[in-house]
């Protein structure tokens, strides 16, 4: 491994590509991961509570609200990066049971060196592609999956179908909630499509994200919620108006508008998500 340290910044290649692990110079005990030059990660080593991120905190939201408070979850994870919800789950929820499947292995051992999470045998860390975790878990097995994959900025094409979203609600329980990461921009053609294949399957969802995201003004992560049963809309709606950075949630009638004419994807035409645009992503070294 190449792997070499600029003050405390570590910077090494792993299997999908250049990562590196930034101290924040806000909070002691805080690192921002980076993947070619992608933030992917913020962890707060001393308070896994704090979530930097605006869609990382949509999506904690709704694992604080699916959910009486502090009761403990059965949670998958597709993609790890530095385990950042997971640790607010395990903080959040003790006794929950969570899996995280991440395909980089090299990237898996980086975070466990310098960015250790704490020793929990209900918090298990596999090196495993996500679908393939799907294929091989029972049915009705999780409350909770969460997916926030991406390669090269861009959610692999196989993490997109309707094939895929079977497998995801094959293995929630009846009651149970899928918890998606969307990045996209103008025209929103990737977000859309993600919620018509989605709620194929999983018909009652909402998603949350920037009221000039949502708009197609600019490129941005937009947080989809879909299960079986109505999400917590006034919750979400409250939470996201009173965040740092106010977000929207579209739900009903709103959400049907806002996919229509989407077509479910499928295995056989499926494309990764559209990359963000050239220069987006910059950050204090």
């Not at 405390?8 to 990562?19: H, P």
């Not at 395909?103 to 209900?122: H, I, M, Q, T």
């Not at 592609?129 to 878990?137: E, G, I, P, S, Y």
């Not at 579209?250 to 479910?264: H, K, P, S």
Request: hydrophobic content about 45%.
């Amino acid at each position: 491994m190449g792997r070499k340290r600029a003050g405390d910044r570590v910077v090494e290649q792993v299997d999908t590509g250049l990562a590196e692990l930034i101290p924040d110079p806000d909070r002691a005990g805080s690192w921002t991961l980076l993947l070619d030059g992608a933030p992917q990660s913020h962890v707060d080593l001393t308070d896994p509570t704090h979530l930097e991120f605006e869609y990382v905190r949509r999506l904690a939201a709704a694992v604080d609200l699916i959910a009486p408070a502090g009761a403990p979850l059965r949670v998958l994870h597709l993609g790890g990066g530095a385990l950042t919800l997971p640790r607010y789950v395990s903080a959040s929820r003790p006794g929950s049971t969570q899996r995280v499947s991440e395909v980089d292995g090299a990237l898996v051992e980086l975070v466990r060196r310098v960015l250790p999470w704490p020793s929990d045998a209900r918090l298990r860390v596999r090196v495993e592609d996500a679908r393939a975790v799907l294929a091989a878990t029972r049915e009705a097995s999780y409350d909770v999956v969460v997916a926030d994959v991406f390669a090269g900025a861009r959610t692999p094409a196989h993490l997109t179908s309707v094939e895929y979203a079977a497998e995801v609600a094959r293995v929630l329980r009846p009651a149970g909630w899928y918890l998606a990461n969307l990045a996209d921009g103008p025209p929103l053609r990737h977000a859309r499509g993600q919620v018509a294949t989605v709620r194929s399957v999983l018909p009652q969802a909402c998603l949350v994200a920037d009221a000039a995201v949502l708009r197609g003004r600019r490129y941005g992560n937009l947080v989809l919620v879909a299960g079986r049963s109505a999400p917590p809309v006034p919750e979400l709606t409250r939470r996201a108006a009173g965040d740092w950075f106010p977000g929207r949630v579209v739900a009903g009638d709103e959400l049907d508008r806002f996919a229509g004419g989407a077509q479910i994807v499928r295995d056989a035409d499926a494309t990764g998500s559209d990359p963000p645009p050239p220069g987006l992503f910059s950050i204090r070294r």
